[in-house]
């Protein structure tokens, strides 16, 4: 980020001058927060991270969204529960225990906002994605964090590796087009074609705007230059 970015970035502007507890960020990470989630400050939205560590990037997440916003922590660590304050609500569960993720997004309800930061193994990632994206809010976005252990062997992943959420999420851009599929019997639509309106691919970051989405239509407009 240049350093005129880093002034008017109010996120960043937090994270260096942290008053509250402790936060472990990529800094790198706050460009895309702020370009994505700029929109949803000062509105009544329900953010969820994955990951609360030290309980700071909640407390974090408070200050940037504003008082209507309510920010759910996640995390399997039990201690984390004691950094429930004004606003902010701990969950205790394992991310890739998918009947727990199911009991958080009834219990929760709507979600506007993931942040996934939690184990960072590929199976915690994709069963979070999965069990927690289709149910967001129409426009929710889902930040998928620390993508760099798709090529870090000790947490499953490797280059081009069957399995990483790296090549699981490849293989989303393939659901984005469906619509335009010849073979339908290679590729058809989803869910997920039919849920997601963008994927934004960042260094060890997807970013994934949510809205529905039918049959995508094109026209032409203007006046012929030649004969048509
Ligand atoms: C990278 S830290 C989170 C950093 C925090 N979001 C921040 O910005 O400061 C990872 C957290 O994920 C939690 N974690 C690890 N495995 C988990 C799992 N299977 N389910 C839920 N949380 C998990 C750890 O206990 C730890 O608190």
């Not at 509250?20 to 460009?31: M, S």
């Not at 062997?153 to 959420?165: C, K, W």
């Not at 469906?178 to 997920?192: K, R």
Request: glycine content about 10%.
């Amino acid at each position: 980020m240049s350093d005129e970015g880093k002034d008017a970035n109010p996120l960043y502007s937090y994270f260096v001058n942290n008053p509250g507890r402790l936060i472990h960020k990529w800094l790198h990470y706050f460009e895309p927060y702020h370009r994505h989630l700029g929109r949803l400050r000062g509105e009544a939205v329900t953010l969820v991270e994955f990951g609360v560590f030290h309980g700071g990037s909640l407390q974090m997440w408070k200050h940037y969204l504003g008082s209507r916003a309510r920010i759910v922590g996640v995390d399997i660590d039990p201690a984390c529960k004691t950094f429930e304050e004004d606003q902010v609500q701990i969950w205790i569960g394992d991310q890739e225990d998918r009947p727990f993720l199911r009991r958080l997004a009834d219990g929760v309800g709507s979600i506007d906002i993931v942040i996934e930061d939690g184990g960072h193994r590929m199976g915690q990632q994709i069963a979070t994605f999965e069990e927690i994206f289709y149910r967001m809010s129409e426009s929710g976005v889902y930040i998928a964090e620390d993508l760099h252990t798709s090529y870090w062997a000790e947490y499953g992943g490797g280059a081009r590796r069957t399995g990483t959420f790296i090549e699981y999420a490849k293989a989303l851009i393939d659901q984005l087009n469906a619509w335009h599929t010849q073979n339908p019997e290679q590729l058809s639509v989803d869910d997920f074609t039919l849920q997601a309106t963008s994927m934004h691919f960042y260094d060890s970051m997807l970013i994934i705007e949510r809205g529905e989405r039918g049959e995508p239509r094109h026209t032409q407009t203007g006046r012929p230059s030649f004969p048509t």
